[in-house]
């Protein structure tokens, strides 16, 4: 259901108005990609499997690993002094009890690094 003004504005001269397109099945528009970079994100290896590195530049001082992807791929780890871990958000806090020494390779550069 229409109102008068836009029956109006659809009417010239008392017809209505047909708009024209040429459409001939393709466009020649190019489809925008949806993915989007991510720059926080690095892929690295560690103890040669793939992982997601995440870039965070409010944790200072410490290197951290996910402790299922220790699990997960057996890495060895040992147990350390509890450390608290204090994150940029408010009242968020962390105990570190555990640590591992991996090798970490960053597309071509490698080194050891204890997380």
């Known amino acids: 259901m229409r109102t008068a003004a836009q029956v109006q504005s659809l009417q010239h001269n008392g017809k209505p108005v047909i708009a024209k397109y040429n459409y001939k099945g ?3 528009a190019k489809p ?3 993915k989007e970079l991510n720059y926080s ?4 290896k560690v103890n040669s499997h793939p992982a997601l590195a995440l870039v965070d530049l409010q944790t200072t001082g ?6 299922q992807f220790v699990h997960l791929y057996s890495l060895p780890s040992y147990g350390i002094d509890k450390n608290s871990l204090n994150t940029a958000i408010n009242l ?3 105990v ?4 591992s020494d991996v090798q970490m390779d960053y597309g071509g550069y490698a080194e050891t690094r204890t997380l």
């Open 26 to 28: 393709k466009t020649k």
């Open 32 to 34: 925008q990609s949806t």
């Open 41 to 44: 994100r690095v892929r690295v």
């Open 62 to 67: 410490v290197d951290l690993i996910n402790a």
């Open 92 to 94: 968020s806090k962390g």
């Open 96 to 99: 570190i009890e555990k640590a």
